[in-house]
């Protein structure tokens, strides 16, 4: 389960009751007590306040959920101590005002007067305080908990660039994305999501740029989700994408507070989700899967090219099995002689069809990933020894398999790892089987066939309206300068034009010129 | 019918070079050396050359009924009935169109790439592809070509670049020996088959071209991308192979492509132009489809097309395998009455419309 | 073999039928009823090999005189 720390206040939905509290104190923490069954990490301390010690106060936090020193030095210490010398009760019961306008010393005070609201401040981690007699009762932020900082994101490491990620704390990741974008118009809002959980979802944009059909129907989406509750930003993701029935994500997610924010900078809307450090970013598009944030902090000639050998990764993952299964299967042709040759007498002493060998090596590669994944880091290194040796060299040696099917399926599995994004890789993973079958049945027709339906189907995707192919279908030349090709940064002058409508235009591009040699003469003959 | 389907000038250019060259780029060159004999490639030039006026001769009636397709334009001018009629007729004329050229490109994946399988599998296969594409839309279709566009380009001009050592001129000497008179026979055919199909483009063009100002040039010169590239094949087969060869083979392409070998370089092209082939006649069967299920659904008044696009598709695999019994019949055919088959929907029956509604003074419907 | 495939068009068929008739589209249930029955019976009368009329032969008649014509004239 995520961990917290300090967060700002949002005002909490009331959602779970609208009782308004009664006047009687008693009567309110009888309540109180009993709609929380108890609960042991609720802290009621109830004292007696003012002069005579006739005010009866109750103060009310979650133990855990706030920073106990502020409720001490600032609530507990003020009403207990500093105003004993107070006649409170004489004061023609204004107590509630005097104490809120004079006493109190939090930062962030809110009037609470339903039960709902009691609950959702107490239990958010805020301290409220309860007079006897009054009818309101007042909710300071304490809000303060034990939580992961920031550290260097697991996922999208780079070797140029801020190490920087985001947290399972929204306030935290809010702060860094002010930190990246100190604009006026980067505006936050923030909506708590879940009927249980009651998750803060943040959308950030920045007003002006972001497309405003796209703001509001992100708003809408997020709208319409009903569930009880948000535990990652996955939920969220999988309730807004525009088709759940694709291999493809429509929606991005990253770590990195520099990937998001030049994607607000572009004109996209990020979605930050408390409990999550992955942060969603819609509108997203084919070509954003392949763009790492390092292309951006690496010179663009050396960019461009990594990038063209990630869309080369993407085509080798998706298919060099079936390739590889067609060649052997039905067009022997192809292949040049000295190599058929040498394959033949490799595949001699197997005993499966190159279709049942490929699909034994694939799904064994897939079990071994997914242990690997999922074991304790300790046990990765048997894992990986288990692979390497037993699955590879054995099997060959013991002729279940070929060697030249060990190549592809290292291969394939090297180049899926490529992608940087990791949702994209598994839609990589996914469709590979596919195309295993069909190069299995119909042999070299069959991928073609396989590849014009996927073109089909990713052309009619669409995120947030915008279509998933585009700058490449739609045809956008303007685009192109960030698509497959990155080109220098004083070339890119121009926002996305499908995902930004308005405000185009980002700088002034002027390529770096050298000083002009002449005047550098006049320099040395002033000199 | 759906009418927020749009389509640039640009995607729709790309769809109608991909039309044109479509089956051509493989069958052409065998029946024009089969008519003009050495002089093949002249025949596709003057091909290119009445293509170009027809292209005219098509915008020119875009113009005079804007923003109504064919259906449209057949209802106002005709009268409802007899519209409808004309309408269901031309159902037929494109449906029968996309059953022989599905029936083309299965007798070519069964003849000369995987002959084990059988023809209806494929041509369901293929159908499916087909069916699926104009479910997602002719502007989905029309994206894809966009995808497609370079790598169909960059196949065949890799074609073209590495037979240009074996062109050998005197093959094709001497020129005009037998009169201009078959060379206008092969021109005239190669029309048919290439440029007069097009009148399934309006289907698309009037009602769901976007930016239409200036669309003329545009269109004329993509027009003749399409048919530099014919007059390239057909000059490269002939040079290459020899007019004999060529007339002969089913696929004097396909054969180009397999005779190169430059050493340690490239080997075994022919599943290049097998591959582009297939992607190009993969957007002209579409595209003829697309046109007949939409032309019947309008005729009919259906809310959507969609709901018959599958039937639709089943028909066109039913006529496919029973259209051509044979290659033999399938040329003969295409001889014979096929030209006068085009000319009828591709030249006649606008040409008609156009007249009928000059004298009637019906004129098309704003522009939305 | 036959069976399978003309089970499975039939079933096809009939669940597209039902679906259209759920969203009260009659006349597109009409169509496509028409349609299916028609490449239905031509696909199995082409698996028993019984000969189906070819349109392409109509269409031949139609133009016969015109073809005639063009060959005189080319020969």
Redesign the interface.
Known sequence: MPRYSRRKRQTPKEETSTDKLGKSLQTNIAQFKQTLGDSTDIVIRNFKAGQTGSMDIAVLYTSGLVNEAIVHDFVLDTLMVQIRQTPLDTIEKQDYQIIKDFAMTGGNITDIDTMGKLFDHVLSGDTVVMLDGSIQAMAIDTRDWESRGVEEPSTQSVVRGPKEGFTETLRTNTALMRRRIKDENLWIRTKPIGKKSKTDVAVVYLNGVADEKVVKEVYHRLDKINIDAILDSGYVEELIQDETYTPFPTVYNSERPDTIAAGILEGKIAIIVDGSPFVLLVPALFVNFFQAAEDYFQRADFSTLIRMVRYLAFFLAMLTPSVYIALTT??Q??I?TSLLVSLSAQREGVPFPAFVEALLMEITFEILREAGVRLPKAVGSAISIVGALVLGQAAVEAGIVSSAMVIVVSLTAISSFVSPSFSFAISIRMLRFGFMILAAT????GI??GL??L??????LRSFGV?Y?SP????IVADQKDAILRFPRWKLTTRPRLISQQKITRENGEAPKPPKRSRRKKRKKQE | MELNEKV?L??FNLLMILFIIGTSILLSPASLANYAGNDAWLSAILSVGIGMIIVIFFWMISRQFPGSNLVDVSEQVLGKWIGKAVSLMFV?FSL?SASTVLWVIGNF?VTQ??PA?PM?F?HF??M??VV??VL??IE?????????FPYIVTLLMIIFFFSIPSVQIDRIRPWLDSGF??VL?GALFDVSVSMLPLIVLFMVYPKLVTDKNRALPKVLTSYLIAGTFIIAITFITTTVLGVKITANQAYPTYVVAKSLNIEGLI??AE?VIA?SW??TI?FKLSLYFYASVTV?AQT????TYR??T???G??T???S?????STTYANE?NE??W???ALTFGIAYPLLLSLIAMLRGVKGRSHP | MEVILLTT?LV??GA?IRK?RKQG?W??MI??AC??A???T??TL?RFNIP?P???DG??YV?QP??YL??QW?S
């Open positions: 039905y067009h042709e192809m040049p119909l042999g070299l027709f073609l066939l014009i339906i073109t089909l189907h990713l052309s009619s279509p192919l490449m279908a739609p045809f | 640039t640009r995607q037929g029968l994946l790439i995987m399988t209806l494929l296969l293929l499916l592809a699926y594409g997602l839309g989905v279709i029309c994206r894809t070509v966009e995808i497609f008179k078959p026979e080997q075994r599943v591959v297939i992607l993969f019947l009919l008044n259906l809310k709901t018959i599958v039937p639709m089943m028909l695999i039913a006529l395998v029973i259209v051509y019994p055919w014979t009455t030209l006068w088959f | 068009l096809w068929a597209g259209l589209l006349k597109d169509v496509y349609l299916w028609t490449s239905t031509i696909i082409h189906v070819n349109p392409l269409i031949a133009y015109l073809s063009w060959k080319f």
